[in-house]
């Protein structure tokens, strides 16, 4: 069965670059969130996209953006990039629509080095 | 503080025992899920229980709730050395346009052969 795809897998980057993480969703998923997990931390919540509009918000740096496309891939987009963004970010689709229960399916991450 | 606080924080048994995890949370829920991570790994969905059951197994895992102590346990019986892993609860708050899930601080449980 098709699961959550992140991409990069890894991504290195020097402070003050910009990152672009990319989320695809499992087909027919309408909400995609975005969690950020430090080390040894326990994930973050950031922002959530439902049919393309954004949904929810937590804890997201204004330094961070993001977006859902018509084709319901989701972008994160960090810039001016600091040591403590180094992170794994997990990318979670479920289906809202019409479920009573919101199981959430997260792809594999992206794990963000910061030098 | 954390919506989701487990404890304990770490926990080493010998494989064929039985592990016991603990996970308390502060508000309403919609449902509680439980998830494994291999060290730095990605998050595996165990099981998922709603505000309206109280207990629930899946193979050698059984989860209770009780949502009048806003707590709820993980139970692996017979372990294996491959249960080693960290161990989270996420809870959906009872709000509506609300289904982010906050992540419990965790157990690192390491399986002794």
């Known amino acids: 069965a098709a699961g959550v795809i992140q991409s990069p897998r890894h991504l290195i980057k020097e402070k003050r670059e910009t990152a672009t993480l990319k989320c695809y969703p499992i087909p027919r998923h309408d909400t995609v969130y975005w969690y950020q997990q430090g080390p040894g931390q326990d994930p973050q919540f950031l922002i959530s996209f439902y049919e393309k509009m954004q949904s929810d918000k937590g804890s997201i740096p204004d330094r961070f953006s993001a977006q859902q496309f018509s084709d319901y891939h989701s972008e994160l987009n960090m810039s001016s990039l600091e040591l403590g963004d180094s992170a794994l970010y997990f990318c979670?689709?479920?289906?809202?629509?019409?479920?009573?229960?919101?199981?959430?399916?997260f792809g594999p991450g992206t794990r963000l080095t910061v030098l | 503080s954390q919506q989701g606080e487990e404890d304990p924080q770490a926990l080493s048994i010998q494989e064929g025992e039985n592990a016991t995890m603990n996970c308390s949370y502060k508000?309403?829920?919609?449902?509680l899920q439980w998830y494994r991570q291999n060290s730095g790994r990605g998050l595996v969905h165990l099981i998922l229980i709603r505000s309206n059951e109280r207990e629930k197994h899946s193979g050698r895992l059984r989860v209770t709730l009780d949502t009048s102590k806003k707590s709820s346990s993980l139970l692996i019986t017979a372990s294996r050395a491959a249960d080693t892993a960290s161990y989270f609860c996420?809870?959906?708050?009872?709000?509506?346009?609300?289904?982010?899930?906050?992540f419990g601080t965790g157990t690192r449980l390491t399986i002794i052969p």
């Open positions: 996420a809870t959906e708050e009872a709000n509506f346009g609300n289904e982010k899930l906050t």
């Open positions: 508000t309403s829920i919609n449902n």
């Open positions: 979670a689709s479920s289906i809202l629509a019409g479920v009573l229960t919101n199981e959430q399916f």
